[in-house]
């Protein structure tokens, strides 16, 4: 029930195009999903996060859309650019329990000049 | 302003040795989570510590394995008698404040690559 799975694997998207990264979760008492960004050799860093009281989220370029019911949460990647080409995780915990969080498994993101 | 540091970056041990890995977190955050990410997988929570405590250390191998957080000092990942299977990456988090507080994020470091040979 900890579960987050994430699709697709790999995405391979040219410049300019719409990057879009799918994350189902399991356990209804998540409250808190982030998306995290990782180069090759790096620490993940924070993308944006949104709660379950919101439908959407927008950071510039960067769209999280959450649906509650079908206990799925999705990242836009509007205007794709090669410097965006990184692997993505989603991740859900819930909060009262100390932020431990469960990551997907990862889409490695090309996107071609 | 400094993020979370750990060190040291790349380590190597034959099988048997000991690791240890060093984190410091931001600079006034009093909570430390420990990942560990194996090869072309996701990062799988293993303890989470506060100051000279261990909150929560369900993903943390019951052998070999120990995770300190001292009052003064870094917070260590300490790995017995490694093996060949514990060559991963391990990364450090930190955050400001604990449980039940809104904006609670996780910041990572850079992490520590432990090769077994």
């Known amino acids: 029930q900890q579960q987050v799975k994430q699709s697709p694997q790999s995405l391979i998207v040219q410049k300019g195009g719409i990057s879009i990264i799918n994350c189902a979760y399991e356990?209804?008492?998540?409250?808190?999903f982030p998306w995290y960004q990782q180069f090759p050799g790096k620490g993940p860093a924070l993308l944006i996060a949104?709660?379950?009281?919101?439908s959407e989220k927008k950071e510039g370029r960067f769209t999280i859309s959450f649906n509650k019911s079908a206990k799925q949460f999705s990242l836009h990647i509007m205007d794709s650019q090669p410097g965006d080409s990184a692997t993505y995780f989603c991740?859900?915990?819930?909060?009262?329990?100390?932020?431990?969080?469960?990551f997907g498994e990862g889409t490695q993101l090309t996107v071609n000049p | 302003n400094a993020g979370v540091m750990q060190n040291p970056r790349h380590l190597v041990r034959r099988r048997g040795q000991e690791a240890r890995l060093r984190c410091s977190p931001m600079?006034?955050?009093?909570?430390v989570y420990w990942y560990r990410q194996l090869p072309e997988e996701g990062l799988k929570f293993m303890v989470y510590?506060?100051?000279?405590?261990?909150i929560d250390e369900s993903g943390m191998p019951k052998e070999r394995f120990s995770a300190e957080f001292p009052k003064e000092g870094p917070s260590i990942l300490r790995i017995q008698q490694v093996v060949r299977g514990d060559s991963a990456a391990y990364f450090c988090?930190?955050?400001?404040w604990g449980p039940g507080l809104s904006g609670n994020t996780i910041y990572f470091g850079e992490g520590s690559w432990l090769t077994v040979v």
């Open positions: 988090a930190s955050s400001p």
């Open positions: 356990n209804t008492a998540f409250d808190y």
């Open positions: 949104i709660r379950p009281d919101v």
């Open positions: 991740a859900a915990s819930k909060e009262t329990s100390g932020s431990r969080l469960t």
């Open positions: 600079k006034g955050h009093s909570h």
């Open positions: 510590l506060q100051k000279e405590n261990i």
